[in-house]
């Protein structure tokens, strides 16, 4: 009877003991390094976003003096802000995240999706702001 005992405990712990999927630990890491990650991404497009803005400023003003229509002015305005907002959202993501460190895993593995969520959405508004910024500066900047 012991032998038998024996022999169908050493499975069960050899099955339990090779459990091959990351820890919840290693879970949480790697989800709030892919945060950081994109997080990393949206932070080097501030400083394009604030050239552009400079750069738009500029030629807003060299536009002003010539007296064009207001059109081109308004465009630059709109891309001025549409970069301001980019900025802003980004700051704003910044002061409201906060490292999951005491929550349970469940609600630490949520909130970093949520976060997820928002740093790729303001990634991407950086990204379209900045592009959209771009195609506008490059036309005038040819004529």
């Avoid at 700051?91 to 490292?99: G, I, K, P, V």
């Avoid at 949520?114 to 500066?137: H, P």
């Amino acid at each position: 009877m012991k032998k038998l005992l024996i022999l169908l405990a050493v499975p069960c712990v050899l099955l339990t003991g090779c459990n091959s999927g990351p820890s919840a630990q290693e879970q949480k890491a790697a989800l709030e390094g892919q945060v950081m990650q994109v997080h990393d991404e949206a932070m080097a497009k501030m400083s394009q976003t604030y050239h552009l803005r400079r750069d738009l400023r500029a030629l807003r003003d060299t536009l002003e003096a010539q007296q064009a229509d207001s059109v081109a002015l308004q465009q630059l305005q709109q891309h001025l802000q549409q970069l301001s907002k980019a900025d802003e959202a980004m700051m704003d993501w910044m002061h409201q995240y906060h490292a999951p460190d005491s929550m349970a895993h469940q609600q630490a593995m949520d909130y970093l999706r949520l976060e997820q969520e928002k740093i790729n959405n303001v990634n991407a508004k950086m990204d379209s702001a900045i592009s959209a910024a771009r195609k506008t500066y490059t036309a005038y900047e040819q004529k």
